[in-house]
């Protein structure tokens, strides 16, 4: 009975005049959807790794074991005792650490410059394995705390790119498995950003490398 008078309740309610709610939740406005990337909108394939660090009680990604907002290392730097080094890969996807032995119950992290020449609204498309956040310029843009894989260009996290340099932050736990993440970067129309490119120095002084990595 309880669930007849419900039904019937919402169904009065969603029926007696006025707009219907959108489909993307309860009150949320009817925005235009960022397009899938096209295939010229490359994977960023070249970063500055740090970890693993046990999570054993899965707390790393509400309380990290370190403050993220300020983060703007270079290759052999260090944060909390842990070095920072340079992974390349020829894949969309970017693992961290070895496949063959994951370290399970833990966290790692990802990180990159990127350098505007222009303003620009963007989207971050992000796939993970095992769960994700993704930080630009030390702020949340993009929090997934599920405990499972989710193929690349799954989320999708609209950001306003300004000229300059800025930072990119990923955090990927492992809870078994694999350790990856692919992101890439595109305009809302799902076009490359023009003027948008990786590098891991803040003066882009490692331009060749980072070409030999990206050599779209």
Known sequence: TCFALLFLRRATFTSMGGDAKPADGEGVANAAKPVRPSHEVRWIRRWLTLGPVADPGDTHFD??????????PTDDAETAGLRWETVTTRERWMRLGDSKRPVEHSTRWAFTYLRA?????????????????????????????????????????????????HRLLVQVENWGGVTAFALRIARPDGTPVPGLRPFLRPDGADLEASVRAHPA
């Open 63 to 72: 309380t990290p074991p370190f403050a993220l907002a300020p983060i703007a």
């Open 117 to 165: 020449e222009t303003a620009s609204d963007a989207v971050l498309w992000v796939g993970y394995d095992d769960g994700a956040r993704v930080f630009l310029d030390g702020v949340s843009v993009l929090e997934r705390h599920f405990h499972d894989g989710e193929d690349w260009d799954s989320h999708a996290a609209p950001v306003r790119i300004e000229a300059g340099v």
